[in-house]
């Protein structure tokens, strides 16, 4: 058993769990009951499971809870609310960007991060970014049409 420290949207957290490898993606969804980070491929392949650590996405099936400590998680709950989404949630609710919505954490989290190191990127920049991630809905054009109207408004 070991007690890991973190912080999850601005809140601090002490969980305690029986393996420190336990992936991350267990104890956000089974200790913090938090659904908007996914469970898909399990091996780091599809991207639903993305949240950002200290600001950077990472795959959270394939990271363990220990490399989380002392550090802040960002899930796509904690990047705007149903009342104040961030912009880049409204866009793609503007776009009808997500069809289930189980891999949304990855190009929405990838996508935020990518644009605002590299704001009025093109379509194809974006594309390429986001190479390594799935939508089996193939939701993949509207969620383009999201991501390059926050390019460009993020240029602005
Ligand atoms: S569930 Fe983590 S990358 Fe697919
Ligand atoms: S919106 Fe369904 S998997 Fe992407």
Do not use: W
Request: charged letters at 15%.
């Amino acid at each position: 058993m070991a007690s890991i420290k973190l912080t999850v949207n601005g809140t601090a957290h002490t969980v305690d769990v029986a393996d420190p490898e336990m992936p991350l993606l267990y104890v956000l969804m089974d200790d913090l009951q938090l659904n908007g980070p996914k469970y898909g491929c399990g091996l780091s392949q599809c991207g639903a499971c993305t949240v950002l650590l200290d600001g950077e996405p990472i795959r959270s099936c394939q990271t363990p809870v220990s490399l989380a400590a002392g550090h802040d998680v960002l899930t796509i709950e904690g990047l705007g609310t149903m009342e104040n989404p961030h912009r880049i949630q409204q866009l793609f609710m503007d776009e009808q960007a997500v069809q289930c919505g189980y891999c949304i954490s990855g190009p929405m989290l990838y996508g935020k991060v990518f644009i605002d190191q590299n704001p009025g990127s093109s379509q194809e920049q974006i594309l390429e970014a986001l190479s390594g991630l799935l939508c089996r809905c193939h939701a993949h054009t509207r969620m383009m049409r999201a991501l390059t109207r926050y390019s460009e408004e993020v240029k602005a």
